[in-house]
């Protein structure tokens, strides 16, 4: 059974890295609905380096701007351009093997799917809802029972527990997130 996936990307001064995670999830997924929501400030897309990397992003990618560095709130933009299908959430600063996402997007299951993640690449196997978002799929329907994404610190967590408390997920083996620490300062 064919769903289609809906890939929400956030950045904030990245968006070299996130044309490169969009393309590659485009390779695994190409009739992917890509959403890029920017969150950076108005200095950096002034910048002739951004204006000539936006140039780049494919046409079916659709480009939003939130003028409030916050993940949720970015998120939150996103979801209302989608209506129905699979869910994956995408940062500008790890690496996926988006053709894992595409197994766990088309498999069947019912409300979300997770999966186990690298950290610096030590296998992570989380067993509750305290788990990176992005190591997620989540079906739309399911998705908006628990919307809107808090803007506060652990807004994915939190929607995460409302998530575990409705139902187990269906859980896979392989790895989709390579998560690599970083120091770089960001607010929700």
């Not at 400030?41 to 659709?62: F, G, M």
């Not at 869910?87 to 498999?107: C, G, H, I, P, Y």
């Amino acid at each position: 059974m064919g769903h289609q996936l809906s890939a929400i990307f956030v950045t904030y001064e990245m968006i070299e890295s996130a044309l490169q995670n969009i393309e590659r999830l485009l390779l695994s997924v190409p009739t992917a609905n890509i959403i890029l929501v920017d969150n950076s400030p108005q200095e950096y897309k002034d910048k002739d380096i951004y204006k000539n990397t936006l140039e780049r992003i494919p046409s079916k990618v659709t480009y939003l701007e939130n003028d409030k560095n916050s993940r949720f709130t970015a998120y939150n933009l996103a979801l209302t351009t989608v209506s129905s299908g699979r869910v994956v959430f995408r940062t500008d600063d790890d690496v996926f093997n988006e053709s894992v996402t595409a197994k766990v997007a088309t498999a069947s299951w019912r409300g979300f799917a997770v999966t186990p993640h690298k950290f610096d690449g030590q296998l992570q196997v989380k067993r509750d809802h305290q788990r990176p978002l992005e190591t997620c799929v989540f079906d739309h329907t399911f998705l908006k029972e628990l919307l809107p994404f808090e803007d506060t610190a652990s807004a994915d967590w939190k929607l995460l527990k409302r998530a575990y408390d409705k139902q187990r997920p269906e859980t896979f083996a392989e790895v989709i997130l390579h998560k690599i620490g970083h120091g770089r300062e960001m607010s929700a």
